[in-house]
């Protein structure tokens, strides 16, 4: 991870190369900052530059041997811990070194920006608590009195610090206050309340603040290359975090498709026309995965249901974007209590049959013409 892969944070970044480049790295350091702010990104770039062997001014090489192995984050003098539990896997006695491959890819899939719940997703315990334990603490221990490997320092990553359990606290408390030679802590936090106070008070604080708005649009333009209008409405509902901004930003693209999908089969639907069907069904319907697939019925449920509500005198209580309203006000009159439940039916079965992988293009001719004799049902 290089400093400049990240978003905004320039006056963090700046003090972290600086206390490199002064020869004054704190051996006990506290990264707090909301969720999605960086500040794993950052500890990882810090301690990526810590260790380059080539470093520029203001970053990391990124190709050094060092730099190589910090990008797959495999160095074997950077050690991560974190927040772990029992899993389908690991029936017993978990720690993080069990989870190491689930981590690097967890890290490599959100660029370090994911939270707590992102990752207990990964690891399939979204109704557990994840803890840092005694055993996390004694690994720790056991491998920085090693002698580092390759380079001259070892790194301890600890994300989550407020997971710590307290025996695992205690554990680390003599470390973090008398560190072996060449060691740097690196403790990621978000809520300073949660943290053991004797922790807290064995580290210097670095605070990462929550992402300017501005940081976040100009950051999904250049990711996703949307349009600055999409960016600016992904980045306000985000306040300031990264991981919603850019996935609010990608399910109100798949929306905006499926919404123009949809209107185009409804349009052919009315008229049964079946090159137009079939064509569709080639270009719209067939590249999507068919978790897609079932999404885009899903919406187009919806569409009924809102058509519904919309003939019955509940107009306000159908929130949509101008355009959807426009169209909806059109396709209204031909939803009725006549049709809606064998449309409710029809998309429920078709979901199914997706779900047990039958045949999309027979699945999709099939309730296509189903509808276009519902909508004579009206
Ligand atoms: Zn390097």
Redesign the pocket.
Known sequence: MLFSQIIGQDDVKKKLIQSVRDNRVAHAQLFLGPEGSGSLALAIAYA?YI?????GEND?????????K?NSLTHPDLHFVFPNATTKNVKKDPESDFFLSEWREFVGSTDAYGGLQDWYKVLEIENKQGMINVRDAAAIIRKLNLKSYESEYKIAIIWMAEKLNPAAANKLLKLLEEPPEKTVFLLIAENQEELLATVRSRTLLMKVPKLPIEDIHSALMNKFGCDSNAAHNAALISDGNWMLASRYLIDSEDEKFYFNSFQKWMRYCFRFSAPELIDFIANDIKPLIREKQKEFLAYGLKVFHNALLYNNGLRNNVLLPDDELAFLNNFAPFVSNNNIGLITELFEESMRQIERNGNASLIFMDDSYKIFNYFKMK
Do not use: E, H, L, R
Request: proline fraction near 6%; glycine fraction near 6%; charge should be positive.
């Open positions: 990526q260790c380059c062997t080539n470093k990391s090489c990124g190709v050094c041997p060092s730099c190589k910090y």
